[in-house]
């Protein structure tokens, strides 16, 4: 448990909260022996942690209470936007409210940083990073050092295995669009070496047949997401890309004017049919 969740628990939120009272201290430590009592391992430097924010930095407390994304990340909820919508303007800088995440939630930050990279779940780290200028830098720097170990990982894959005859399915996040948003954010001379390193590797006819067919095209269309400095990395990836989409599109109308009908085709069958009518009708007659 956080101070974000204990806030939360304890009660403390109310419309258009502008400050803190004793009595918002008094439900901290009411509360944290509720969360205790199931809970015997649960760390008193929570409750106090929470009290001291509550009591010298208010400010950041508020701003994080209001900010939708910072507080159903570290409250582990997911409230709608007008659940945050408030006549009261927080007034505190970039820079305070990154320290104060740094001294009293860094730990909750870096731990779901490591279990998505892990799991491959890059796009809820993405979405996170929509407030990223409030993260502290030491975070962002360990998360960095993360996604250039995954590339990391990829490269010695096809060192170890050029032909990738095996174990590609731990290497199956090269298709994800997420991964290249995500790693364009840390984007660096080091991560376009390594991403044109991955695209020229899987590109090279040492790959085996049947992995490239899997992959080149899915990853291509994933990879043109990332945002390298290189700009002839971008050209050349946006350009295989155009290639991939000119393909689909030829063989889609080829697919298209062989399963349909033309028009000469239509207007014949509607005169057979109109015949046949006739000829029904004159023998009905007769």
Do not use: C
């Amino acid at each position: 448990m956080n101070i974000i969740e204990l806030f939360e628990n304890a009660g403390i939120y109310r419309e258009n909260l502008s400050g803190f009272s004793i009595e918002d201290s008094e439900k901290v430590k009411k509360q944290f022996e509720i969360e205790r009592s199931q809970n015997l391992n649960l760390d008193q430097n929570v409750a106090d942690n929470l009290i001291s924010a509550i009591n010298q930095f208010p400010k950041e407390l508020l701003f994080i209470s209001n900010n939708r994304i910072l507080y159903n990340f570290f409250s582990k909820k997911n409230y709608s936007r007008n659940r945050f919508i408030t006549d009261y303007s927080i007034s505190v800088s970039e820079e305070n409210v990154k320290s104060f995440i740094d001294s009293f939630l860094s730990r909750d930050l870096d731990a779901f940083f490591d279990q998505s990279i892990a799991q491959n779940k890059f796009d809820i780290i993405d979405d996170l990073l929509n407030v990223k200028e409030y993260l502290p830098q030491n975070s962002l720097d360990s998360l960095d050092q993360k996604l250039s170990a995954k590339l990391d990982f990829i490269v010695n894959k096809f060192d170890e295995n050029p032909s990738l005859s095996s174990g590609t399915e731990t290497i199956e996040f090269i298709k994800y669009r997420s991964f290249y948003s995500l790693l364009s954010h840390f984007r660096s001379a080091e991560n376009d070496k390594k991403v044109r390193a991955i695209y020229s590797k899987m590109s090279g006819s040492i790959v085996n047949a049947g992995v490239r067919n899997e992959f080149l095209n899915p990853m291509v269309s994933s990879m043109v997401n990332y945002k390298p400095l290189d700009y002839e990395l971008s050209n050349s990836i946006r350009s295989h890309k155009d290639r991939i989409d000119a393909e689909n599109d030829k063989e889609y109308s080829s697919s298209s004017s062989s399963g349909g009908m033309s028009t000469w085709s239509i207007i014949a069958i509607v005169i057979v049919v109109i015949r046949l009518i006739m000829l029904m009708a004159r023998l009905g007659r007769a």
